[in-house]
């Protein structure tokens, strides 16, 4: 497990990021089987968290009889997102939630009658109001699964009407958090396993949920902890956070520092002036020959500000050091206050860069800090923990890979809550069947004609281990089996095809919801599951298909059977032009 | 009333888009004056929705003593999004309400025990538990007003602990609220106010709040509509809807309709098959020598799908063309279901594009009405209205004005709610004043260094009732007046002042938050009344600041006072480097 054995060596070793809590959620996860399935984390998603439209469709269903005809939809990408060629696929526990809590209330109904136009009978809304999942099917990829373009995630099967209905909000609940997870587990793989990733982006979210289920879905993506409390109280999420600029601007002086005891850290001895220890640590390292060309008078108020801290979390100390200047003020000043905690039995925890060259203040902060080491003998110093922050994307994570760095652990924000390099996801729910009559929806655009069908799905492995291809084969075709030759054909390119003799055939979907039918369903994982499920979906993928740079597309393919069938429907639907 | 006029006229010219229906808001809005203020709309919003480092940060206060020291933050934006030259501020409202309604619960405090370091002492969370905004002002432009960078949109003051605590949440309802209100102006602003503007954006907003909010603030911004039935049950926005793909493909063919019969709209006498009359209509049509060059067969479950919408509203008939094909198909189909209508007395809506060129079908599909409206003397065909969806932007839009085309309305998603251009608004909250003392955070960056001190802000008109530049002063400087001369300087560049005798001068600040200190304040304006406030500020601004592509800067400065206070704090604060 490289996320938790970042975490473990960074404990292990002495360093830890901060303050920091596991505390338990607030919500249990939702029983699997039979046990009954919570709400949806967001009070806001309701029956009408959707489009108008499904509200007109399903009159017009409804008026048309058409209300109970078997429908089956997909739910699908059809474009990896971040010039990838993978999505990590999240959101399934929200839309199992949502599909069996749904149920218009009295006062939805009511809101309902005054924006439907006044030709609508009464009859329908009262219907409306019985409605409900107990019908319906889901079908879905695991959560935290690797997956590609085309392969539906969810296949949702029910009466049209009520299927229907669930569009928007399903599409609501997978399109963000799978851009989102997607985006984090990029920002993993360009970091590499060894680094310490924090999620700080409330503030710059997209609305308050885009920061609590943004927090979410980063950790299941393969963040390690989150700024983001509420997120950490309802997911149980690891929290992080120390101070901010304010913090240090909000300090004068030394005089207002009125409580300055510490009692030493093995509890043996008080220091009855904290404030003049770290005076004189700062004298002592201005003194010292070795670090006398690194500065010369610091900004006072800066270190009161430290000091100040230092007393409040004497176990935990890090300091943002970019207040006045990072190498001339704000480095030497936690030095000195981490000195003096030094004295006391205390190690502080390190440092965190929130603007200019990351790269040359953490070497420079390296290297001051090993001076110290050398010059006090004060045994870690060397390796405190150096966070940096300040708008950080893949980019820069790469640019500071290639430019070394001393960055052991980064906070980042803004870039991974907003999918700034591409902020939609552009799931689809398209019909592919409906009482058992394949469906086809066509386009000028060829990416853009859906797969007609109910389909299985099937992730075929090669000798050495990795997925090879993905199949979709119609529900009534036999599946493939292991050590079988089977022709796998790309659906709309007539010559891309290639016969496969998989060592290993993993059945894709699993029933999540099954309404009333009393049929299995698989339990909810914990989110820690989901992540783990994660990262070990992410190692098994063939490097080259999960480079941030130029990767290869994965394959995904029909049976041939499903290919001629989908051609088939095709020139039945699409008119025949004619050229006058 | 521009976006207004746009729906009259479009409602009095016999034209509705779609569905539509304008049902009152769920909420009540908050009460101005002594009123008690609801908590925020999403009820995830509450203190915890937070920085984790706020937490720790307050705890540092408290144990210092500093808990109390009166505080003066700054909310501010430094860069304008999407390359303009204004921000539309937003979010105001739910600021206020959570300032209004801020308390952590017993369960809150127990999470926060879990996860700060045990050395933190009891007697820190019983403060925090009694913690309000009691002692708190609030004091802002008001909401939908066109702002610019450095100038607070919020000015916070209180008990440093508190103010410190309102930071990550307040920007987090500022944030996304204003850049997507700013997003929404831009649409307006290059679409025409004539245009209808429909936002369609849930499926892929940021979350599900991405999505309510999204609504809300496209509304403030200048949109006329949404799809959104949660936003239009909640703020009381007019929502509009009809189909989807899924409902054109879900029809086989006429065989599915059993109920055929439609009375005519003046209820005189029934058509007992409605199914045949559309098919004597198409059959008509594909008889008529001057449509003949149009089209051949059309696609007849297709047919079927629209006659079976049209039973289901035949006083709001409107399709989706672009199933199987626009122009041979979707285009003829619809308008043999529109003459169907026709001839009992009813008038069809029009038609959605959602794919393809929309210039080139739209300006083919006016002419085929115009076709029909000759053939069939069928008033009105001519000018039915022409929606058109499909991933529009600004630069969508702007290519449609000068390619020419027949779209009377758009339906607006991905790039619109998720701000697609630029993700995230960078709004920072700044302390700039403790205990009465001016406080400045530097910066390598100059564009990072705040502007110290409480400050009052105005707008300078000139003679033509243009603003002219804004002006920030000290707290403690008399404000500007109209006809006096008063010396404008650039914050931070020396050489750029200006001399200004403003005909007009407005106070940009109110207080809309006091606290029990029962001091007058503003009441909070209705979402109408938002969405005109900001109609009428975007109309007030110089064209060449607004216009969408090279917009010019506008002039934001401080007093020649505050100048030099800012430049001597500046240089009072930086440590003077060492040349070795």
Redesign the interface.
């Known amino acids: 497990m490289a996320e938790t054995s970042a975490r473990d060596s960074a404990e292990e070793g002495g360093r830890n990021v901060?303050?920091?809590?596991?505390?338990?959620a607030?919500e249990a996860p939702a029983a699997g089987g039979s046990g009954s399935i919570p709400p949806?984390t967001?009070?806001?998603?309701?029956p009408?968290?959707?489009?108008?439209?499904?509200?007109?469709?399903a009159?017009?269903?409804w008026?048309?009889?058409?209300q109970n005809?078997r429908?089956v939809?997909d739910l699908l990408h059809r474009k990896n997102p971040f010039g990838g060629e993978y999505t990590v696929f999240a959101g399934l526990e929200e839309c199992v939630r949502f599909a069996a809590n749904f149920r218009f209330t009295d006062?939805?109904i009511e809101?309902?009658r005054?924006?439907?136009?006044p030709?609508c009978e009464d009859g329908f809304f009262s219907f409306l109001k019985a409605v409900d999942c107990s019908e319906v099917d889901i079908h879905a990829i695991a959560e935290g699964s690797v997956c590609f373009p085309r392969v539906p995630l969810l296949r949702v099967e029910g009466p049209?009407l009520v299927v229907?209905l669930l569009?928007?909000t399903v599409?609501?609940?997978v399109?963000?958090a799978s851009l989102?997870a997607t985006n984090a587990a990029r920002f993993r793989k360009v970091a590499g396993h060894d680094k310490l990733l924090l999620e700080?982006g409330?503030?710059?979210?997209?609305?308050?949920?885009?920061?609590?289920?943004?927090s979410k879905y980063c950790y299941l993506g393969g963040f390690d902890a989150t700024?983001?409390?509420?997120a950490?109280?309802r997911f149980g999420i690891p929290?992080?956070?120390?101070?901010?600029?304010?913090?240090v601007?909000?300090y004068?002086s030394f005089d207002?520092?009125?409580?300055r005891k510490l009692q030493r850290s093995d509890g043996s001895s008080t220091c009855e002036d904290f404030v003049l220890l770290t005076m004189q640590c700062l004298k002592r390292m201005q003194g010292a020959p070795s670090l006398q060309?690194w500065?010369?008078?610091?900004?006072h108020?800066e270190l009161a500000a430290f000091t100040?801290?230092a007393?409040?979390?004497?176990?935990?100390f890090q300091a943002l050091v970019?207040?006045?200047?990072v190498l001339?003020?704000g480095v030497p000043n936690f030095c000195a206050v981490a000195l003096a905690l030094h004295e006391l039995g205390f190690k502080a925890v390190g440092i965190r860069l929130d603007?200019?060259d990351l790269s040359y203040f953490s070497v420079e902060s390296r290297k001051f800090f090993r001076a110290v080491e050398k010059e006090f003998g004060a045994q870690g110093f060397g390796n405190m923990v150096i966070t940096a922050s300040n708008d950080i994307n893949e980019d820069t994570l790469d640019a500071l890979n290639k430019q070394g760095h001393e960055i052991d652990a980064y906070g980042i924000g803004?870039q991974l809550i907003?999918?700034?390099k591409q902020?939609?996801?552009?799931?689809v729910?398209?019909?592919v069947e409906?009482n058992g009559?394949p469906?086809?929806?066509?386009?000028?655009?060829v990416t853009?004609v859906t797969i007609p069908c109910k389909k299985q799905c099937y992730r075929l492995y090669g000798k050495e281990g990795y997925a090879l291809v993905d199949l979709m084969v119609g529900d009534d075709e036999s599946p493939p089996r292991a050590g079988e030759r089977i022709l796998c054909r790309h659906p709309f390119s007539e010559s891309r095809r290639a016969f496969v003799v998989p060592s290993r055939v993993e059945p894709l979907y699993k029933c999540y919801w099954s309404g009333s039918s009393g049929a299995p369903r698989e339990p909810l994982p914990s989110l820690e599951e989901l992540r783990e499920h994660c990262r070990r979906e992410l190692e098994a993928q063939r490097s080259d298909h999960v480079r941030a740079f130029n990767p290869t597309p994965y394959k995904v393919s029909v049976s041939a059977k499903l290919y001629d069938f989908i051609h088939f429907l095709w020139l039945n639907?699409?008119?025949?032009?004619?050229l006058?």
């Open positions: 901060g303050i920091c809590g596991d505390g338990g607030r949806p967001n009070p806001l998603v309701t009408l968290l959707t489009d108008m439209y499904q509200v007109t469709m009159y017009a269903y008026k048309a009889g058409k005809d429908a939809f006062a939805d809101y309902l005054t924006v439907m136009p030709v049209l229907q569009e928007t599409l609501t609940l399109n963000y989102v700080f409330l503030r710059r979210a997209q609305g308050p949920d885009g920061g609590i289920s943004g700024s983001n409390l509420e950490g109280q929290v992080r956070g120390t101070h901010s600029h304010a913090f601007s909000s004068m207002e520092i009125i409580d060309h500065f010369g008078e610091t900004n108020s100040s801290y007393l409040a979390f004497p176990t935990a970019d207040t006045y200047d001339k003020s603007s200019g803004t907003t999918c700034y902020p939609a996801l552009g799931c729910y398209k019909l409906i009559q469906r086809i929806k066509l386009s000028e655009d853009k639907e699409a008119p025949v032009g004619e006058h």
